[in-house]
């Protein structure tokens, strides 16, 4: 179990208990009834005999108080306290509003989203009860915690929250570039499992070459072990790519040249061997001391494969 990474600043209290073993399924919100910093709230919690999991003040700083993996004194419902984790929120005004700021409001929002995500919970619900699984102190004892503004704003909290949640899907943004493209094509159209990182590095390298041995025996019948390394065998299975010819292979040969600097802005790795990809490769043979006839052959392979 882990805390949350938005915390700044830690100051952890002794005054907390066991989940005993509880998984955390729920928030509770409460308001710190007044203006504190997270360091003035941890304070708090040295002296009294209560505790948050986390505090937010008017800076957006977030405190920690009490791990997550434990139970914090919150809401004198142990029940509840085992199953939240429990967040102290600065007020910008007293009674009888005991308003909340936008900034704290919208740190929360962070927050719980956060909570929910490593937690495994997948939406949080506000019915004003507490069979809702975001709640607040007032649900459980006679207390004016969380506030009238606070308590006003629990639904909105609770859609924003859900909105991050359904909008995060940890999915990273899909790496983009020309190596990302080549390494895509070869998971989808080989059933690889290369990173896609954009990085031509050494298993990007060997799956190149698995798949050139992968079509050299399908298409040639070589007969070939796929096993990634360019050796004598691989040499000897090569064909001679010449003008015209379409394919696989010959997407494979434009991928390496792209790889290798040799650029194909017009038709790209278009599958056909072209003038554009006979002259890249002229200039390549030329590079590699082949001699320069435009056709792709076992030297030529060799050089642009091992
Ligand atoms: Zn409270």
């Known amino acids: 179990m882990s805390n949350s990474k938005l915390v700044n600043y830690t100051d952890l209290t002794t005054h907390y208990g066991s989940r005993n073993g509880t998984k955390i399924d729920r928030i509770t919100l409460h308001h710190m009834a007044g203006n504190l910093a997270v360091e003035a709230c941890g304070n708090v919690f040295k002296t009294r005999e209560a505790s948050s999991n986390y505090g937010i003040d008017n800076d957006e700083r977030v405190g920690l108080y009490v791990d997550e993996s434990n139970r914090a004194w919150s809401t004198a419902n142990p029940s509840n306290d085992r199953r939240a984790v429990n967040i102290e929120l600065a007020n910008d005004s007293g009674a009888p509003d005991w308003h909340v700021s936008d900034k704290v409001i919208n740190k929360c929002i962070e927050l719980c989203a956060d909570i929910c995500k490593r937690n ?105 072990a796929e096993d990634g390394i360019f050796g004598p065998r691989t040499k000897s299975s090569c064909p001679v790519l010449r003008s015209g010819m379409k394919g696989n292979i010959t997407w494979l040969v434009q991928s390496m040249l792209v790889i290798k600097g040799y650029k194909l802005d017009k038709y790209g790795m278009d599958s056909v061997y072209g003038n554009e990809t006979i002259n890249a490769i002229k200039k390549f043979q030329s590079t590699a001391k082949l001699s320069v006839d435009g056709l792709c052959g076992k030297n030529t392979f060799e050089k642009l494969f091992s």
């Open 120 to 224: 495994g919970i997948l939406k949080l619900s506000y019915d004003g009860t507490e069979n809702g699984n975001l709640t607040v102190h007032n649900m459980f004892i006679s207390t004016t915690c969380p506030g009238p503004y606070l308590q006003s704003k629990l639904s909105y909290i609770a859609d924003e929250v859900n909105k991050k949640l359904e909008n995060s899907d940890d999915r990273t943004p899909p790496v983009e570039g020309i190596t990302a493209t080549i390494q895509n094509t070869l998971n989808s159209r080989y059933g690889y499992n290369i990173v896609v990182d954009n990085i031509y590095g050494p298993d990007t390298h060997k799956h190149m070459v698995k798949a050139l041995q992968h079509e050299f025996n399908i298409q040639l019948g070589s007969k070939i």
